[in-house]
């Protein structure tokens, strides 16, 4: 071994044996405060495996869309529960990057709006099929005179248009400016891995990431209090696999004993869950 | 941790005690770290030679990103395909940030031809490797086994760093073969449906 490599080695040795001597009581201490915002009766982590993991689907965005259509057009607990945490997400987008103009140019929905028509019924068509294109999910809430459509990525951007087509995201704005109700909204929402795919985002579109939609989850999760974790079983699952697949997120961290290891894997937790180290 | 802070500043942060010691390690590793990638290229090409491949030693990358390095060898992969065989050594991920040593090969492959990652996957999930193989399409390249030794999880040697380019020119052979393999058999005349 030469020089450069033992003094690039010693170095990190030197590092990794602060890490190792001060990082059990850290990682003990990081992972109690984890342990304080689990979900109660049931935590999604603690669910053994994951379902998408099992059935080798979690790079497939269309089984993630339609784990979404199915849990917002549910009309038990799970779509209760699914929609208000995915107009809690909405809004909470909105207030951050205010959409400019929905497809009409009016003025567009204000995340007080988004509160208000979680609880109305939403007719939820998964892979809705137009001349436009076809959009991931495609919402209808008509008491609330507002058509929805959501685009579902995971880390690939708009898909081009072939010749002299328009790209995805103005082919979709055509499709439901066209649906819109006279009169009502029409709104157009990205949902998808990548944070840094806002600035590829339109201004009328809202912008979304399965982060901000897993936080939101178990916001409301935890306001309802879990009563019969059998009703919801589809959107826990789902949570898990999410928080596992999509966000990196290790459940393993917080399952095994607490050693150095475990500190990044749980600042990971904590930054996800908004509490401070 | 701020965006702008290294894996080195955010354990200094957290272990304030030995804030210095961990000042003064950062200032070797990034002194040190342009060679230490070179000392495993050169291991790895003669890894590689071993095998008759051959290859052609690309310098390092100095700090395409400002936490990373890498250092990679061309070799040709059968008809007409290129590839790189990968050694890199930097910090990984924003927000979740691991300081990594990662080795690998990257085979350039059209969009066209990325049906043929799920082939080259399965194909290789059989292999008896001790480190686990994964298969993904990243700057229009299939990447394969980006396998990843985390430096603050374990203890980072010289023998853990040769262990992993050992099993490099094996998994190189074998992802090129499935390629070409798979290839071949797309370019082949189509054949009626029954």
């Given at each position: 071994?030469?020089?450069?490599?033992?003094?690039?080695?010693?170095?990190?040795?030197?590092?990794?044996?602060?890490?190792?001597?001060?990082?059990?009581?850290?990682?003990?201490?990081?992972?109690?405060?984890?342990?304080?915002?689990?979900?109660?009766?049931?935590?999604?982590?603690?669910?053994?495996?994951?379902?998408?993991?099992?059935?080798?689907?979690?790079?497939?965005?269309?089984?993630?869309?339609?784990?979404?259509?199915?849990?917002?057009?549910?009309?038990?607990?799970?779509?209760?529960?699914?929609?208000?945490?995915?107009?809690?997400?909405?809004?909470?987008?909105?207030?951050?990057?205010?959409?400019?103009?929905?497809?009409?140019?009016?003025?567009?929905?204000?995340?007080?709006?988004?509160?208000?028509?979680?609880?109305?019924?939403?007719?939820?068509?998964?892979?809705?099929?137009?001349?436009?294109?076809?959009?991931?999910?495609?919402?209808?809430?008509?008491?609330?005179?507002?058509?929805?459509?959501?685009?579902?990525?995971?880390?690939?951007?708009?898909?081009?248009?072939?010749?002299?087509?328009?790209?995805?995201?103005?082919?979709?704005?055509?499709?439901?400016?066209?649906?819109?109700?006279?009169?009502?909204?029409?709104?157009?929402?990205?949902?998808?891995?990548?944070?840094?795919?806002?600035?590829?985002?339109?201004?009328?579109?809202?912008?979304?990431?399965?982060?901000?939609?897993?936080?939101?989850?178990?916001?409301?999760?935890?306001?309802?209090?879990?009563?019969?974790?059998?009703?919801?079983?589809?959107?826990?699952?789902?949570?898990?696999?999410?928080?596992?697949?999509?966000?990196?997120?290790?459940?393993?961290?917080?399952?095994?004993?607490?050693?150095?290891?475990?500190?990044?894997?749980l600042l990971a937790w904590l930054d996800y869950l908004e509490v401070h180290a | 941790m701020r965006p702008e802070d290294s894996w080195f500043t955010e354990i200094g942060m957290r272990f304030a005690r030995h804030h210095q010691e961990i000042r003064t390690a950062e200032a070797i590793f990034r002194d040190n770290r342009h060679r230490f990638l070179e000392s495993a290229q050169d291991y790895l090409r003669d890894r590689l030679e071993s095998r008759g491949i051959e290859s052609t030693k690309s310098s390092p990358k100095p700090e395409d990103k400002r936490e990373r390095e890498e250092a990679s060898l061309t070799v040709k992969a059968g008809a007409g395909r290129s590839a790189s065989v990968l050694v890199v050594m930097g910090e990984q991920g924003a927000g979740d940030r691991h300081l990594v040593f990662k080795t690998g090969a990257a085979f350039v492959i059209s969009k066209e031809q990325l049906p043929a990652i799920e082939n080259v996957r399965s194909a290789l999930a059989g292999v008896q490797d001790p480190l686990k193989v994964e298969c993904f399409y990243e700057d229009q390249r299939l990447q394969v086994r980006f396998a990843v030794l985390d430096v603050a999880a374990g203890s980072f040697t010289w023998d853990s760093v040769r262990a992993e380019l050992d099993a490099l020119p094996d998994l190189f052979l074998r992802s090129a073969e499935c390629l070409d393999c798979l290839m071949s058999r797309s370019a082949g005349p189509a054949t009626s449906a029954s």
């Amino acid at each position: 071994m030469d020089v450069d490599q033992s003094a690039v080695l010693a170095a990190l040795d030197s590092v990794v044996s602060v890490v190792r001597t001060e990082g059990p009581a850290e990682a003990w201490r990081l992972r109690a405060r984890v342990c304080e915002h689990r979900l109660r009766p049931v935590e999604p982590i603690d669910l053994p495996g994951s379902l998408f993991g099992w059935l080798g689907v979690q790079d497939d965005e269309i089984r993630w869309s339609r784990w979404l259509a199915n849990c917002l057009g549910d009309r038990t607990a799970i779509g209760q529960v699914a929609r208000e945490a995915f107009c809690k997400a909405v809004g909470a987008s909105i207030s951050r990057r205010p959409p400019v103009g929905d497809c009409s140019g009016a003025l567009p929905p204000d995340a007080a709006f988004w509160e208000f028509v979680s609880p109305y019924h939403w007719r939820v068509v998964p892979e809705y099929a137009a001349p436009e294109g076809r959009i991931d999910v495609f919402v209808s809430i008509p008491n609330a005179r507002t058509t929805l459509g959501i685009e579902v990525k995971l880390w690939e951007g708009w898909h081009p248009g072939g010749d002299g087509e328009e790209s995805q995201h103005l082919r979709y704005r055509r499709l439901i400016e066209r649906l819109r109700p006279d009169g009502g909204f029409g709104a157009l929402v990205i949902l998808t891995c990548r944070e840094d795919f806002v600035h590829e985002v339109p201004p009328d579109w809202v912008f979304l990431t399965w982060r901000d939609l897993g936080r939101a989850l178990r916001r409301v999760l935890a306001d309802h209090r879990i009563r019969d974790p059998m009703t919801l079983w589809p959107l826990l699952l789902g949570l898990g696999a999410l928080e596992h697949h999509l966000l990196s997120l290790e459940p393993g961290a917080l399952r095994r004993e607490a050693d150095a290891s475990s500190i990044l894997p749980l600042l990971a937790w904590l930054d996800y869950l908004e509490v401070h180290a | 941790m701020r965006p702008e802070d290294s894996w080195f500043t955010e354990i200094g942060m957290r272990f304030a005690r030995h804030h210095q010691e961990i000042r003064t390690a950062e200032a070797i590793f990034r002194d040190n770290r342009h060679r230490f990638l070179e000392s495993a290229q050169d291991y790895l090409r003669d890894r590689l030679e071993s095998r008759g491949i051959e290859s052609t030693k690309s310098s390092p990358k100095p700090e395409d990103k400002r936490e990373r390095e890498e250092a990679s060898l061309t070799v040709k992969a059968g008809a007409g395909r290129s590839a790189s065989v990968l050694v890199v050594m930097g910090e990984q991920g924003a927000g979740d940030r691991h300081l990594v040593f990662k080795t690998g090969a990257a085979f350039v492959i059209s969009k066209e031809q990325l049906p043929a990652i799920e082939n080259v996957r399965s194909a290789l999930a059989g292999v008896q490797d001790p480190l686990k193989v994964e298969c993904f399409y990243e700057d229009q390249r299939l990447q394969v086994r980006f396998a990843v030794l985390d430096v603050a999880a374990g203890s980072f040697t010289w023998d853990s760093v040769r262990a992993e380019l050992d099993a490099l020119p094996d998994l190189f052979l074998r992802s090129a073969e499935c390629l070409d393999c798979l290839m071949s058999r797309s370019a082949g005349p189509a054949t009626s449906a029954s």
